[in-house]
């Protein structure tokens, strides 16, 4: 069975989702190619297909347009095909050459399944997979169903007359979908994101205890928190919840392992100053795979309370480490952490409410903290590995 | 009759904003003006100031002709080789930085006035020859909140500020904060208030608080401004049930603040504004009854001067200057950064005010903005601060000179 994914670009190394995805696929004998914009760095796990180019110079982009429709000409019933179904759709003769250029790299392909990786790509390429005859499967990731739709009402409702089957990584993600007219007669599957839990495994329980050392009142506690920063991740609302830590007197750091724009470091490193705990916070950057792993082999507590989350594989990689971890009830928080069972859920946008659940997790006896984050980690070992995320994969497209 | 100082405005742009124009506007009219620019044209040129182009920064082409023409003016073979070089190399920065060099060599001007910290990079070469004065304006975020943030940005101003022969704060806060930087017993750094024409803003008579509440705010979307904390206060308002639409001019289109409309159920009682024209913004601020500011920084926000101006009761967060602009219960009413509670409660509170109060306190407000805020008082000061900075650079030079004049 071929399967076409379309993603922004190749994926990284450390891409977790689809590196594992794309062998998982490989190894039970689907034919893997990708559809990117680019190709990032040395990817050679499957083919990989780049989109049209766009660029500024309207007398090149004259020339990659000619080109890409004298390449179409052997596709042609294809092509009449996908003007048929954008016609009917309404699209006008400006915009259908314009869709059918940027979607010229698709309507060549023979595939059985067209995924795109988020929402958001399947915009202006909707009716792309039935005009080559292939299914069209659509992930919701995050951003693009609890966001994007927000400035742009009504962008998923060509998408939702086409798509024949949706991946989701989460129940909470789902539900806003539904609020936004997916149809409840389109078939779902829920596969939630998985780690590597061999990489990220405390070697025994004597770490975790002596991570649980640190909780003592005198010494610092160690927060962590991992993701890039962005307003979504809800840095600020942590740094006020340590902040009223701080005004109770209960030393610790807080490390952020991530980068983003400078204007985003810039918000979450002046709250820090604005709330008195500048010299408690620590932004460590963009660290590797193995740095990370000693980033969560250090941290006592794993903070992750998102404005807006779809899953998190940070949190999954925080459990798996033994970390205490504390998270929001952002999307799909709550699926990823169970509430009292393998960490703490805390509504969201509630600083306040933050910091009550961290002086009560720093109070707990140490046998409640080990008894917990075993739990947490075998969870994730057991429910969450790559194995069982490739084999369900496997089973969605068949 | 005084001799008219030859003053170059630098902002990067022809455009600038509202309050430097305004400066600009009030130094034309005693002294010769000359706005640099990384723009070509500009739609409505301020009248007797000059516009000279530095290349453009969009259009490659422009650049190469503005580049051309500037070398050719030289009459040099090898200025104009110097600029084919870099066309040639496509080194855009060097060649508005060249066009810069020229454009002052051919001006001369006795002072020099940057808008921004971030420009200071374009004029090291002038702070290292130390022959022309520059003055730099300490406004905003570039001042107290990013060098306080950014360790680089930190040290390369406290690297240039010992080279910049005057400063000119928009508060005292600001003053204070950029001493955090640098300072000394010989700096001149003077406050100068931003400047409006207050005698065109008419002064809203007979105020009422309208049903549902109307608060407004205005400014651009960025983090700074607080809008985050206000939409919280928002939530918190709601489920007091008293009526209220709160309009954001200027915030249109944010994803955070649509995000958090949504989040907290506020679609019918937020609106989300696109950047509105002065006089529209002017009329919406007679419509309303209360502007909210809830900043996390500011340097001393000509909208609250606006709406005092105007007649609009004024709720802000006590940040950068605007306690010297503000006194609680006075000219409006002060709240603490950060706290969404703290704004709910001063607008249940303003609510429940006695007409008298709100009036006196709307009087209050626009006598202070006609007696701090006017746009004379503005220009007077700039120009007192350049004499002030030319009169010690020429010290300086001639150390046997009279400074007792200053």
């Not at chain 1, 928190?225 to 830590?245: C, D, S």
């Not at chain 1, 724009?261 to 709330?275: M, T, V």
């Not at chain 2, 350049?386 to 300086?396: E, F, G, L, P």
Request: charged share 20%.
């Amino acid at each position: 069975m071929k399967i076409g994914l379309v993603i922004p670009n190749s994926p990284g190394y450390s891409e977790t989702f689809f590196i594992s995805k794309i062998k998982g696929l490989q190894e039970r004998g689907f034919d893997v190619r990708l559809y990117c914009q680019y190709k990032k760095g040395d990817f050679n796990l499957c083919p990989i297909v780049c989109s049209p180019k766009v660029i500024s110079n309207p007398f090149l982009q004259g020339w990659y347009f000619l080109k890409a429709f004298l390449l179409l000409l052997p596709y042609l019933p294809t092509i009449v095909r996908y003007s048929n179904l954008e016609r009917k759709a309404g699209t006008g003769l400006i915009q259908l050459l314009k869709k059918t250029y940027l979607n010229a790299h698709l309507l060549k392909a023979k595939l059985d399944w067209v995924h795109y990786g988020f929402a958001t790509q399947a915009i202006g390429s909707e009716n792309v997979a039935k005009a080559i005859g292939a299914k069209m499967a659509v992930s919701f990731r995050g951003f693009d169903i609890a966001i994007y739709p927000l400035k742009h009402p009504g962008c998923y409702n060509l998408l939702w007359e086409q798509v024949d089957k949706v991946h989701t990584i989460s129940d909470g993600l789902l539900d806003k979908a539904y609020k936004m007219r997916l149809p409840q007669s389109v078939p779902v599957e829920k596969i939630m994101p998985a780690i590597d839990v061999n990489f990220f495994s405390c070697p025994s329980k004597s770490m975790a205890l002596e991570h649980n050392q640190a909780l003592k009142p005198t010494e610092p506690v160690r927060f962590l928190t991992v993701g890039r920063l962005h307003w979504k991740k809800g840095y600020v609302l942590m740094l006020e919840a340590l902040a009223i830590l701080k005004k109770k007197g209960i030393p610790f750091t807080y490390t952020i392992v991530g980068s983003g724009s400078k204007k985003e470091r810039e918000r979450i490193a002046f709250a820090a100053l604005q709330l008195g705990i500048k010299e408690d916070v620590i932004f460590a950057g963009t660290l590797n795979r193995e740095q990370v792993k000693k980033e969560y082999a250090k941290a006592t507590i794993y903070l992750q309370y998102s404005i807006s989350e779809g899953f998190c594989n940070a949190i999954l990689e925080a459990q798996s480490m033994k970390n205490l971890c504390i998270v929001s009830n952002a999307e799909g928080l709550a699926e990823n952490v169970l509430h009292g069972e393998t960490g703490w859920v805390v509504p969201k946008l509630h600083p306040k409410l933050l910091a009550e659940q961290i002086e009560q997790v720093i109070k707990l006896s140490e046998e409640e903290k080990i008894q917990l984050t075993e739990y947490a980690a075998d969870r994730v070992k057991n429910e969450l590995s790559i194995e069982k995320q490739q084999a369900e994969f496997a089973a969605f497209y068949s | 009759m005084q001799k008219p100082l030859k003053i170059i405005i630098f902002d990067g742009s022809f455009k600038t904003t509202a309050f430097i124009n305004r400066l600009v506007t009030g130094l034309a009219q005693q002294h010769q003006v000359y706005v640099l620019g990384f723009n070509e044209s500009l739609a409505k040129p301020i009248e007797k100031v000059t516009y000279v182009s530095l290349g453009s920064n969009q259009n490659k082409f422009k650049l190469a002709i503005t580049s051309l023409k500037q070398a050719m003016r030289q009459g040099s073979i090898r200025g104009l080789l110097t600029i084919l070089k870099k066309l040639v190399r496509g080194d855009k920065k060097h060649l508005q930085q060249q066009n810069l060099t020229w454009t002052l060599k051919k001006i001369n001007p006795d002072i020099i006035h940057l808008q921004w910290p971030s420009t200071i990079p374009w004029f090291e070469h002038v702070l290292l020859e130390q022959k022309i004065p520059v003055v730099l304006s300490q406004r905003g975020y570039h001042n107290n909140v990013r060098p306080f943030v950014d360790t680089d940005n930190f040290d390369y101003l406290q690297q240039w500020y010992p080279k910049i022969a005057g400063f000119h704060s928009v508060s005292k806060a600001m003053a204070i904060n950029g001493d955090k930087i640098w300072n000394s017993l010989n700096k001149i750094d003077r406050v100068v208030y931003t400047g409006l024409v207050i005698d065109e803003i008419s002064f809203k008579k007979g105020f009422t608080i309208t049903s549902p509440l109307q608060l407004l705010s205005i400014g651009r979307p960025h983090w700074k401004k607080g809008y985050d904390y206000a939409l919280q206060a928002c939530k918190l308002l709601k489920e007091t049930n008293i009526a209220f639409q709160y309009t954001i001019i200027g915030g249109a289109g944010d994803e955070e603040l649509q995000f958090l409309i949504h989040e907290f159920g506020l679609q019918s009682c937020v609106k989300l504004e696109n950047r509105l024209p002065q006089e529209i913004v002017f009329k919406q601020m007679k419509q309303a009854s209360l502007l909210l500011m809830p900043s996390l920084e500011e340097g001393l926000p000509n909208v609250l001067v606006e709406a005092m101006a105007v007649g609009l009761p004024v709720l802000s967060t006590d940040c950068g200057g605007v306690s010297e602009l503000i006194t609680h219960a006075k000219e409006g009413w002060l709240i603490p950064i950060r706290n969404p509670n703290a704004i709910v409660d001063s607008i249940i509170d303003f609510t429940k005010l006695p007409q008298e109060q709100i009036e006196a306190v709307r009087l209050a407000a626009r006598k202070k903005a006609e007696q701090q805020h006017s746009e004379e008082m503005m220009v007077a000061g700039m120009e007192k601060l350049y004499k002030k900075v030319m009169r010690v650079q020429k010290s300086i030079r001639s150390p046997k000179a009279n400074i007792s004049l200053f």
